[in-house]
C-alpha cells in the first residue's frame, strides 16, 4: 500500500505557472503507474495526465497538452505536474493517484491509491 501526499496548490493568474508534488510513502513507489486527476465544482473528476513506472511513457488530455508536463522521480518517491499557461478553466481540486501496473492508465476505476487532493485557483 502506498500513501500520496499533494503540495503545490495555490492562486495564480491567468498565464501564471505553479508546479504540483505528489510525495509519496513507502519503497514500493517505483511499482506504481501515477497518474494526475482533477475535479471542479459540480464536475466528474477527469484525468490530466498518467505516466508509466519507468517515466518513459506519458499521456495527458487535450485540454493541457502543450501547457502541462508530467514527470517522477523514483529516487525520490515523487511524481510531479509542471503547469503553464493556466487558465481559469484550469481550477480544480488536483489530485495524485496510483494504479498497480506497469503501463500507464487513463481510467480512473484503474487507480487503487489516492490522496486527499490540493486546490488550484486560476484567477481571470
Known amino acids: 500500500q502506498v500513501q500520496l501526499v499533494e503540495s503545490g496548490g495555490g492562486l495564480v493568474q491567468a498565464g501564471g505557472s505553479l508546479r504540483l508534488a505528489c510525495a509519496a510513502s513507502?519503497?514500493?513507489?517505483?511499482?506504481?503507474?501515477m497518474g494526475w486527476f482533477r475535479q471542479a465544482p459540480g464536475k466528474e473528476r477527469e484525468l490530466v495526465a498518467a505516466?508509466?513506472?519507468?517515466?518513459?511513457?506519458?499521456y495527458y488530455a487535450d485540454s493541457v497538452k502543450g501547457r502541462f508536463t508530467i514527470s517522477r522521480d523514483n529516487a525520490k518517491n515523487t511524481m510531479y505536474l509542471q503547469m503553464n499557461s493556466l487558465k481559469p478553466e484550469d481550477t480544480a481540486v488536483y489530485f495524485c493517484a496510483a494504479a498497480s501496473s506497469i503501463m500507464l492508465h487513463t481510467t480512473l476505476a484503474k487507480y487503487d491509491f489516492w490522496g486527499q487532493g490540493t486546490q488550484v485557483t486560476v484567477s481571470s
Open positions: 505516466i508509466s513506472r519507468s517515466g518513459r511513457n506519458t
Open positions: 513507502g519503497p514500493t513507489f517505483s511499482t506504481y503507474a
